[in-house]
């Protein structure tokens, strides 16, 4: 009796399991060579696979990328456009995706064919999971999850309107992470779920066919898949940038010393590891909360200020003069136009002379910014000099001690 249900059991179960019904059939192709071409051209590898669709797509998205990359990389800095920041943040975004998916997808597409399961899934794991990260919703389209596709894109929407607008519940959020930071871990999440569900599927097609042997070959996956974590940690590393760049709202003086010499007085900031001389004549102040260092001379016919302020490693020395430019022609209290520029070296680094000529009321002055960057700090030293007007020439004792200031500079290296 107890035999009879054993068997019965046994039977029941069997039938209940799905048994493999179809063959595949294998196309060999070689991962290594689907990797390396996409690798080096994106959507080289999917040729190689004769996934041509998805290859011309990769292929025209990565290089459109590329291009409004590079072109909004010079935008940057821009003080009338501050939208072209969002829209670099976006073409940088696909680019990186798009590069890591393409060689990604040419290796595993290449040992899938190799397999003979490449005919038998229509939905693959990798491009729902793409498609989610790439654009959150999209993935669940592709799975023909319609509704959950909208739930999910409008809730994004709705979630960086939030942000935008920084309310009091997620503003410590923000200031701890950023919200494009947060927004990417939301991403990240959806396209873990919408592989997932692809998998799910995939297995249950995959349990259908007669799967040979598992094989491998000789180049590893963690290859690939570790290029595209690098890839990924460089995206973050350069689009939350902002995270860890240095915060000049307070300048920090209390290590901050003024000492006098046969030759004026010296201001030491080792906080900053920067050093400004001046000449005997001048009185060097430090209590300001944005300037490094304020320093005038004794009759007051001359002056110059240093202040650091947080730049951008993506941005070079042009989007300053840019700045100036739009402060002049917006008006904003200054009477200013811009002389001459010049390039110099200022303790060591390269830099910009930029001269304006300022009127202030029945003054005519004569300014100077030296700007400089070292990482993300520019250093600008603003020095100034009375003139009778533009023809007349500013007092050459001035000169000669602005000339002081600049050459006795040191800045951090």
């Known amino acids: ?60 998205v990565f290089f459109l990328g590329i291009g409004a990359t590079i072109y909004l990389t010079t935008q940057l800095g821009n003080p009338d456009g501050e939208s072209f920041a969002s829209l670099w943040s976006l073409a940088f975004r696909v680019t990186v995706f798009v590069y890591a998916f393409a060689f990604l997808d040419a290796f595993f597409a290449a040992r899938e064919l190799t397999a003979g399961t490449d005919a038998f899934v229509s939905e693959s794991p990798r491009v729902a999971a793409f498609l989610n990260l790439l ?93 595209s974590l690098l890839l990924g940690a460089g995206y973050f590393a350069v689009a939350d940038h902002g995270l860890y760049m240095p915060n000049y709202a307070n300048i920090d003086q209390s290590t ?54 947080a730049w951008s490693f993506l941005l070079g020395l042009d989007p300053y003069k840019r700045k100036l430019d739009y402060q002049i022609s917006q008006g904003n209290g200054l009477n200013a136009k811009i002389l001459d520029e010049q390039p110099i070296v200022v303790s060591g680094l390269s830099g910009r002379d930029i001269s304006l000529s300022v009127k202030r009321e029945r003054d ?7 700007i400089a960057r070292r990482g993300m700090t520019l250093y600008v030293l603003t020095t100034v000099q009375l003139a009778a007007d533009d023809a007349t020439p500013a007092d050459p004792s001035c000169t000669s001690d602005l000339q002081f200031i600049r050459d006795h500079l040191r800045l951090p290296h």
């Not at 909208?150 to 701890?176: A, C, R, Y």
């Not at 004549?281 to 302020?309: F, V």
Request: proline share 8%; glycine share 8%.
């Open 135 to 227: 654009m959150p919703g999209f993935g669940y389209f592709y799975l023909g999850k319609r509704l959950l596709g909208i739930v999910v894109f409008l809730g994004l929407w709705v979630l960086q309107g939030t942000f935008s607008h920084n309310p009091q519940d997620v503003k410590d959020v923000m200031e701890l992470w950023g919200p494009g930071f947060v927004l990417e871990l939301v991403s990240i999440g959806l396209a873990v779920d919408a592989y997932r569900m692809a998998r799910e599927r995939e297995k249950q097609i995959l349990a259908t066919i007669q799967l040979p042997p598992r094989s491998t070959g000789n180049f590893p996956a963690a290859i690939p898949v570790g290029l």
């Open 256 to 309: 901050a010393r003024v000492v006098r010499n046969g030759q004026g007085s010296i201001y030491d900031n080792p906080a900053y590891r920067m050093t400004l001389a001046v000449p005997g004549s001048w009185t060097i102040e430090h209590q300001e909360r944005k300037s490094l260092a304020h320093a005038i001379r004794e009759d007051h016919g001359c002056s110059a200020d240093l202040r650091p302020y």
């Open 1 to 60: 009796m107890d035999d009879r249900s054993s068997s019965s059991a046994e039977l029941t179960q069997a039938s209940a399991a799905p048994s493999p019904t179809f063959a595949p059939q294998p196309v060999p192709k070689n991962p290594a060579i689907a990797f390396l071409l996409s690798l080096i051209f994106p959507g080289a590898g999917q040729f190689y696979c004769g996934k041509l669709s998805r290859g011309l797509w990769i292929l025209a």
């Open 364 to 370: 005519s002055i004569v300014e100077h910014r030296i």
